[in-house]
Structures are given as C-alpha cells and as structure tokens.
C-alpha cells in the first residue's frame, strides 16, 4: 500500500483557468476528504465521500468548485475561473471503517499557485 | 460550533529540553482529539489521538498528549526534543459521528535551537 497519492503536486495557473486535481486513496478506504490549507492555517474541511456519495461540502465550497468520486475509488477536485485567493494547497485524507473511521491518512498536497 | 485554539503561533526551545505545546478546544461533548505533525513538503502525520479511556495517551515518536475535560486542553509533551521534530504541529477535534472529518487548530511551528 502507497499511501494516499494525489497528482500534480504543483500546478500554476493563470487567473480564470481552470485546473483539476486527483486523489488517489488507500484502497479499500471508502471515505474520501478534501480539505484546503493556506498559509500559515491548520487545513479547512471542504467536502467529503462515502463511496461515490457526496455526503457534506463545506461552505467553503463556491460554487466554482466541484468534487468527483465516480466509482468510489479515486476523487477529483476542478476549480473554475480560479481566482488568486483559491491559492492554496490542496488535501487529500482517506480512512476506512475496518479502522473505525478513527483515523485520516493524508497524501502531501498539491500546491496551487493563481497567477 | 467546534473551534481548536492553538494560542502559541512559535516556539523555540533548545535540542534536549522538553516541550508543551498547548491546544483549547471547544465541543458540545466530549470529542475525539488527534495531533498531527506537518514537516516542510511533508503530508500531515498523526502523532497521537484520544477517543475515550485513559486520559494520557501516548504517541509516536516519544510524544504524549494529556486529555483535560475540566480545562478543555489537549496539551502535546515531549521530554526531550530531538533536532528533528522541527516541524508544524496541529490539534484537531472530530466529530463523534465521523472522527476522520475533523477541525484543525491554526498550527503551532516549532524550532530547535542547536
């Protein structure tokens, strides 16, 4: 097991694109969680997944930002029209009942910059 | 509405010496209590954390962490700090119905002086 993966680890953008992030998470995990941390702040909640269920966003989450978990394995995050204060790195964490739920694994991030 | 306080932004304390560092929470009842550790480029990695029972828990990599209902504290010790727990630390509140789905404190970033 690898751990939790999440691709790019950086990714700088122009202002109004848009970018998407992956997470992969541990397998056999079936919650899924994003969470965003800008500088200097412990990571804010965005949203969570059970399976391919969405089962909580975070106010956080305007509405130019849309989570995915198809087939209940690995989850992306797309931001449209960034603006520079989506600048940020971006969590992933997973867990797994067989654990109690009782514990997020967490990836390293991806870092975006809006330019 | 849960909150973590991490009142201390920095610390410095000298490589052998031992630390505290301090976290307040507040929660309608009692909550699950992690710290986690955050080295530069690094992912978040949990230390320790406090479901119920004994309320000194004991983590990875010499830390403890004592549960304090009366203060709402959930203070992180070492006895000896080593060059390499440099690092941001996090205290984080769960809740019951979901613990992986938890709020973090500001961070605490914690430097050794040689």
């Known amino acids: 097991d690898t751990g939790v993966s999440q691709d790019p680890r950086h990714k700088i953008t122009k202002r109004g694109q848009n970018v998407t992030f992956r997470c992969d998470p541990i397998s056999e995990h079936n919650r899924l969680y994003w969470y965003r941390q800008t500088l200097g702040q412990g990571p804010e909640f965005l949203t969570y997944?059970?399976?391919?269920?969405?089962?909580?966003k975070s106010r956080l989450l305007s509405d130019r930002f849309s989570a995915e978990r198809p087939k209940g394995s690995f989850s992306t995050l797309e931001i449209q029209r960034t603006e520079q204060g989506d600048s940020a790195m971006y969590l992933c964490?997973?867990?797994?009942?067989?654990?109690?739920?009782?514990?997020?694994?967490f990836g390293q991030g991806t870092r975006l910059t809006v330019v | 509405a849960q909150s973590v306080t991490q009142p201390d932004i920095h610390i410095t304390v000298s490589e052998g010496a031992s630390l505290e560092l301090r976290c307040n929470y507040s929660?309608?009842?009692?909550?699950?209590l992690f710290w986690y550790v955050q080295s530069p480029g690094q992912g978040l990695q949990l230390l320790l954390k406090?479901?119920?029972?004994?309320?000194l828990v004991q983590g990875i990599k010499g830390f403890e962490a004592e549960f304090k209902r009366s203060q709402s504290s959930f203070n992180l010790r070492k006895p000896s700090v080593h060059w390499s727990d440099a690092a941001e630390y996090f205290c984080?509140?769960?809740?019951?119905?979901?613990?992986?789905?938890?709020?973090f404190g500001s961070g605490t970033r914690l430097s050794i002086r040689p």
């Open positions: 406090y479901f119920s029972g004994d309320t």
């Open positions: 929660y309608g009842a009692t909550p699950y």
């Open positions: 984080a509140v769960g809740e019951r119905s979901s613990a992986s789905k938890i709020i």
């Open positions: 997944f059970q399976n391919e269920a969405q089962l909580e």
């Open positions: 964490a997973s867990s797994s009942p067989r654990q109690g739920d009782t514990e997020a694994f």
